[in-house]
């Protein structure tokens, strides 16, 4: 079956250690999004990437890293200069340049304590 | 840049009856898509509508459809026959055809459905 996997599902980690979050899709997107949601507000988009090796900066890029090295993968880095890291982390990808919707994965709730 | 706004943080509604969630955008593009998703407690986001700004005609899908209002940059979602299973967080979401296609979401509307 296509469609884009994330895992871990949970992701506990101590402070000040960087931790970095898998997200891969068989779906043969060019696009691929990061996504962080906070109880009670929407997703805010982290980074994003049209074509391998690209990604550019969406709106709360400070402490987080991506890479783009394969088109099924794109992993999220969170740093520890990341001031807040705990949140719900979604990952996205759609077919660049068409009228279709972005495809969510299933998530990873990550907890820094 | 976009911005989207849900002006009702919850809502209620009773089974088999009708509820109607509101969502505006500001905007200064004339192509644009807009996107109501669902997020049930397993927090996978589904694609409930998608409305493309260029047609006039409200999208329908089942027992979801949308009252797009582009003038007044309106894009409200209507739930009829509601059942158990509607009961979501439910975001509207934009998306312009520049900076990647990305999506912006308004902040969810807590849909709950009583029996």
């Known amino acids: 079956d296509g469609g884009i996997t994330q895992s871990p599902k949970y992701l506990f980690r101590k402070e000040g250690q960087n931790v970095t979050l898998s997200c891969e899709q068989n779906l043969n997107h060019d696009a691929m999004y990061w996504y962080r949601q906070d109880p009670g507000q929407g997703l805010r988009l982290i980074y994003y990437s049209q074509i391998v090796n690209d990604f550019q900066k969406g709106d709360i890029a400070e402490g987080y890293s991506v890479s783009r090295e394969k088109k099924e993968s794109f992993p999220l880095t969170v740093t520890s200069a990341q001031k807040n890291p705990t949140a719900f982390y979604l990952c996205?990808?759609?077919?660049?340049?068409?009228?279709?919707?972005?495809?969510f994965g299933p998530g990873t709730r990550l907890t820094v304590t | 840049a976009q911005t989207v706004t849900q002006s009702q943080p919850e809502m209620s509604v009773q089974e088999a009856e009708t509820v109607t969630l509101s969502c505006t955008y500001d905007?200064?593009?004339?192509?644009?898509?807009l996107f109501w998703y669902k997020q049930p407690p397993s927090r996978q986001m589904i694609l409930v509508i998608r409305q493309e700004a260029y047609k006039q005609q409200n999208a329908t899908e089942n027992r979801f459809s949308v009252n797009f209002q582009k003038a007044a940059k309106s894009f409200s979602l209507k739930i009829s026959d509601s059942q158990l299973g509607d009961a979501a967080m439910y975001f509207c979401a934009y998306r312009s055809e520049g900076s990647g296609s990305r999506l912006t979401f308004g902040e969810g509307t807590q849909l709950t459905v009583n029996p």
């Open positions: 996205a990808s759609r077919q660049y340049r068409s009228s279709y919707e972005q495809y």
């Open positions: 905007t200064s593009e004339s192509d644009y898509y």
